[in-house]
C-alpha cells in the first residue's frame, strides 16, 4: 500500500475527494477498530478512498496535565492492526526527526503538525522514509509559503507530499480559513490540497488551557473547502466527543459522519458536473 498511496487517493471512479479520518489521537485498540470499521463502511458505499488517521502521541499540549498518549509503540502497534485488519492505508503525526524512521515502520502518511511544518530536519527525516508527506500549513504562513516546505521535501527525494489547510490565527483564541488559500496552494506547491475542517474551528489558547471549537460549522468548512477545490477531507471523530481525551471540542460526533459524508459526495457531483 506505501507504495501507491497516490493511486489510492486518486482511485474514486466517481471524482469524489478522498477522506483522512479518526480519533484525534489512539485512546485504545477497541476504540480505533470501531471508528476505522465504521467509518470504512460510510466511504466504501460512497466510494470515497479513506485513510484513518490517528495520532499515537500528542507532544503539542497546553498543560503538562494533557493527555499525550497510552505509549508510542502501544498506540503504534494499533494503527498498524488498523492498517492490516481493514486493508487501508494509516496517517500519524511525528514531532521529531528521529521520530520518522519509527513511525514509518506502521504507517503509510506521515504527518507534519502545523506548529512544525517549517523545521527542515524534520521535512528531511520524513522525506528520506519514502513514506507519503503530509504538511499542515502553519496557523502563522501564508498559503504561499507553503511552496518552501513542499520543495524541502521534493528536493529530499520523495516526490509524494499533500498540504493541509487548518486554519490562520485570528487574533490569540481564534481561527479563520482564508478559502482562496486552496486554489493558491494547489497552483504554488503543485500537489494535493486537503481541507482540515474540525481544526480549523479550534479556538486556541483558552485561559483554562483547554482548546476550545465550533463543531456546529464543521459542515460549512467541508462545504466551503470543497467548493474552493480542495482534493480532500480531514476530520476528527470520535464515539462521544465530550469524553475525547483531546481535542473533543471540535471533533464531529462518530454517528453523524455519514450524514456528512452523502452530503458532501452528493456536493462534488455537482460540483464535477460545472466543471469546464
Known amino acids: 500500500m506505501e507504495n501507491n498511496i497516490k493511486k489510492y487517493l486518486e482511485s474514486s471512479a466517481s471524482g469524489n475527494f478522498f477522506l483522512l479520518a479518526g480519533p484525534c489521537v489512539i485512546e485504545g485498540e477497541e476504540m480505533a477498530l470501531d471508528i476505522a470499521e465504521k467509518v470504512l463502511d460510510v466511504t466504501s458505499g460512497l466510494d470515497i478512498p479513506y485513510v484513518f488517521k490517528g495520532s499515537y502521541r500528542k507532544a503539542n499540549r497546553s498543560r503538562i496535565d494533557s493527555f499525550t498518549g497510552i505509549g508510542d509503540e502501544k498506540a503504534l502497534k494499533i494503527l ?11 496517517v500519524t503525526d511525528i514531532h521529531t526527526a528521529e ?6 515502520e506502521y504507517v503509510d502518511i506521515l504527518q507534519i503538525p502545523a506548529f512544525l511544518c517549517r523545521q527542515t530536519d524534520l521535512l528531511v527525516a520524513a522525506a528520506a522514509t519514502g513514506r507519503m508527506v503530509n504538511i499542515k500549513k502553519g496557523q502563522f504562513l501564508s498559503p504561499e509559503s507553503m511552496a518552501f516546505t513542499c520543495a524541502k521535501v521534493r528536493d529530499s527525494g520523495n516526490q ?12 490569540y483564541g ?12 494547489k497552483q504554488a506547491c503543485g500537489c494535493p490540497v486537503i481541507i482540515d475542517i474540525t481544526h480549523s474551528l479550534q479556538q486556541p489558547n483558552s485561559s483554562s488551557g483547554v482548546t476550545g471549537g465550533k463543531p456546529e460549522l464543521i459542515s460549512t468548512i467541508a462545504k466551503s473547502g470543497l467548493a474552493a477545490g480542495a482534493d480532500g477531507i480531514f476530520m476528527e471523530t470520535h464515539q462521544d466527543p465530550s469524553k475525547a481525551k483531546s481535542d473533543g471540542a471540535n471533533m464531529l460526533p462518530l454517528a453523524q459522519v455519514e450524514s456528512l459524508l452523502r452530503n458532501l459526495t452528493v456536493l462534488r457531483v455537482a460540483l464535477n458536473s460545472m466543471e469546464i
Do not use: N, Q, Y
Open 80 to 90: 498498524r492492526k488498523v492498517r492490516e485488519t481493514f486493508h487501508i492505508p494509516v
Open 99 to 104: 521520530e520518522a524512521a519509527m513511525a514509518a
Open 160 to 171: 509524494s507530499v499533500a498540504v493541509t489547510e487548518r486554519g490562520t490565527f485570528f487574533g
Open 174 to 185: 481564534d481561527l479563520v480559513v482564508d478559502m482562496r488559500g486552496i486554489p493558491v496552494m
